[in-house]
Nanobody, 120 residues
Framework: QVQLVESGGGLVQAGGSLRLSCAAS????????MGWFRQAPGKEREFVAA??????YYADSVKGRFTISRDNAKNTVYLQMNSLKPEDTAVYYC???????????????WGQGTQVTVSS
């Protein structure tokens, strides 16, 4: 299995930006589809963004504000978050799977999560 470690979370004011990183180790990183999910207290985990070899996918709530990218040479996937809103506050999780998907069940390896808090 690939091991995933997220970083880059923190506290930011509304309208600000953060870049999350997910460092992978273990099996070949380039063979995995990568996704970002988030979970707020009392809510279920929701899809944020995903990336395959040639396409990206975004939840409607973040489209135009967030950008997912990957650097296979560095075994790292990124989530650039701009124009942050208080409703973006959540624990953000990086995930790896064999197919790119908006469904959390399609991913078989997860990071520990990183907290993102956006103040109004």
């Amino acid at each position: 299995q690939v091991q995933l470690v997220e970083s880059g979370g923190g506290l930011v004011q509304a309208g600000g930006s953060l870049r999350l990183s997910c460092a992978a180790s273990g099996r070949t990183f380039s063979n995995y589809a990568m996704g970002w999910f988030r979970q707020a207290p009392g809510k279920e985990r929701e899809f944020v963004a995903a990336i395959s070899y040639d396409r990206t996918y975004y939840a409607d709530s973040v489209k135009g504000r967030f950008t997912i990218s990957r650097d296979n040479a560095k075994n790292t996937v990124y989530l650039q978050m701009n124009s942050l809103k208080p409703e973006d506050t959540a624990v953000y999780y990086c995930a790896a799977g064999t197919v790119v998907s908006r469904r959390s069940r399609e991913y078989d390896q997860w990071g520990q999560g990183t907290q993102v808090t956006v103040s109004s």
